[in-house]
Structure formats: C-alpha cells, structure tokens
C-alpha cells in the first residue's frame, strides 16, 4: 500500500535525504520518497504502520501527519520506467563517449580515449555533486559504505573526483589515478550492490541531488564500465 503523508521541517536536499534515510529503515517500509515543495512524503509499506511509529523513526525537527486519504492507494502507483528516469545519465554518457572519441581521432588511440573518457566522467559528474555539496552527502551515504561510517568522506569525494579526473586529463599519475578509482568505484558498488539486493528505492547520488534519479541496475553497469576501463589500462601500463 502507498500513503501520502505531510512532514513539516524540511528546508533542503539534506532534509529530504534525512527523511528518506529514517523512514526506509523501518522494514515494513519498500519505498520512501519526500517533496520539499509539497512539504509531504509518499510512502510505499508491505504493511500499515502507525502514525507513531513514523514519527519515532524520524529526527525531532520533521512532524509527520495523518495521510491525506484522497492520496492513498492501495495498489501500485504508475510510476516511468526506469529507463525513462535515466535518461539524463545516458545522454551524459553519449557525449562523453563522442567527445573522447574526437578528442583521440586523429590519430586514433584506444587508450586515451579511454583516459579522456574517464577524465570527463570525473569532472562532470563532480559538476552535478558540487552543485548541492549539502545535500550530496546526507544521499550518498544511504548507500556509500564508507560515507556511512566516515561521514566527512562524503563532503570530500566530489573534490576527489575533481582531482581524478584531471590526473586523467593531463596524464598525471596515471597508475594511481586507476588504483584510487578501483577502490572508490568499488567500494560504492558494494553499496549499490546491496541496495539493489535489499530492493530499496532511494535516490542515487551519482548526479548529486539535481536529478533524481532512481538507483538501479544501470547505476550498477555505469560504476563496473569505469572499474573495467581502469583495470584494463592496468593491465596495458604494466605491460
């Protein structure tokens, strides 16, 4: 059943990501979706859960109130598809790969194709996280192992992302730039990994808070191709 409550307190992305984070951790909760504007959230549950209840999961600064009934349903809301909702993340993709590939047309080079390709994810998926630097970390570390236990890292990645992609871009320690985005991209698919295996609907974080964008298996293949590009441009330098 999905219900539509009203939630005062929340002024911002955070807010938003707050209140996600604490309703979702309730079991009986599949899908929690909050509107800053309308001041409510949409609530997907296997099964009734108490206005009570609600309100303990969440901090004391949001109040949430009795759904509106005419907002209730009882069967599953239409929803876009998932593709649909993703459309801005592979229009993104089709540039980069167009702009890679004239960057190393002549003469062609696979190899730094792929170093500008990763390059320009780097500094334009930062893009969109600096955009709401507040918001980005209270979305990244729903699903971010390491953003869960070291808050602060959260704050830092877009910056880190910043630095990566330029030492793509100018060919700076490129070995390390590979191995970091190993362990950064990696540790997130774990994350990624497990909420898609919890079933979970929240916001992925991988364009920052701007678009919404739903976390799906896309956002699972969008993290492996960087982690294949990068192990294969290991495995050429040490040849």
């Given at each position: 059943?999905?219900?539509?409550?009203?939630?005062?307190?929340?002024?911002?992305?955070?807010?938003?990501?707050?209140?996600?984070?604490?309703?979702?951790?309730?079991?009986?909760?599949?899908?929690?979706?909050?509107?800053?504007?309308?001041?409510?959230?949409?609530?997907?549950?296997?099964?009734?859960?108490?206005?009570?209840?609600?309100?303990?999961?969440?901090?004391?600064?949001?109040?949430?109130?009795?759904?509106?009934?005419?907002?209730?349903?009882?069967?599953?809301?239409?929803?876009?598809?998932?593709?649909?909702?993703?459309?801005?993340?592979?229009?993104?993709?089709?540039?980069?790969i167009i702009a890679a590939t004239l960057l190393n047309s002549k003469?062609?080079?696979?190899?730094?194709?792929?170093?500008?390709?990763?390059?320009?994810?780097?500094?334009?998926?930062?893009?969109?996280?600096?955009?709401?630097?507040?918001?980005?970390?209270?979305?990244?570390?729903?699903?971010?192992?390491?953003?869960?236990?070291?808050?602060?890292?959260?704050?830092?990645?877009?910056?880190?992302?910043?630095?990566?992609?330029?030492?793509?871009?100018?060919?700076?320690?490129?070995?390390?730039?590979?191995?970091?985005?190993?362990?950064?991209?990696?540790?997130?698919?774990?994350?990624?990994?497990?909420?898609?295996?919890?079933?979970?609907?929240?916001?992925?974080?991988?364009?920052?808070?701007?678009?919404?964008?739903?976390?799906?298996?896309?956002?699972?293949?969008?993290?492996?191709?960087?982690?294949?590009?990068?192990?294969?441009?290991?495995?050429?330098?040490?040849?």
């Amino acid at each position: 059943m999905t219900h539509t409550y009203t939630v005062t307190g929340m002024t911002c992305n955070g807010c938003k990501a707050s209140v996600e984070k604490a309703l979702l951790s309730l079991t009986e909760v599949e899908k929690a979706e909050a509107n800053i504007e309308k001041a409510e959230v949409v609530i997907t549950m296997k099964s009734h859960i108490s206005i009570e209840k609600l309100q303990q999961a969440l901090p004391e600064k949001y109040k949430i109130l009795q759904p509106n009934v005419f907002n209730t349903t009882i069967t599953k809301t239409e929803e876009k598809s998932d593709w649909k909702q993703l459309f801005p993340l592979f229009l993104i993709f089709g540039y980069l790969i167009i702009a890679a590939t004239l960057l190393n047309s002549k003469p062609w080079s696979f190899s730094g194709f792929m170093l500008d390709f990763m390059g320009l994810f780097y500094i334009v998926f930062s893009f969109f996280k600096l955009l709401d630097l507040k918001g980005f970390p209270e979305s990244f570390k729903m699903y971010d192992p390491l953003a869960k236990v070291v808050p602060v890292y959260g704050w830092v990645y877009p910056f880190i992302e910043v630095a990566l992609g330029l030492m793509f871009l100018m060919r700076f320690k490129i070995t390390v730039a590979l191995i970091l985005t190993l362990i950064i991209l990696g540790i997130t698919t774990i994350g990624v990994t497990k909420t898609l295996l919890d079933k979970k609907a929240i916001q992925c974080a991988c364009l920052g808070t701007a678009l919404k964008l739903p976390m799906t298996k896309a956002t699972f293949i969008e993290n492996s191709i960087m982690i294949i590009m990068a192990i294969v441009m290991l495995f050429q330098l040490t040849q």
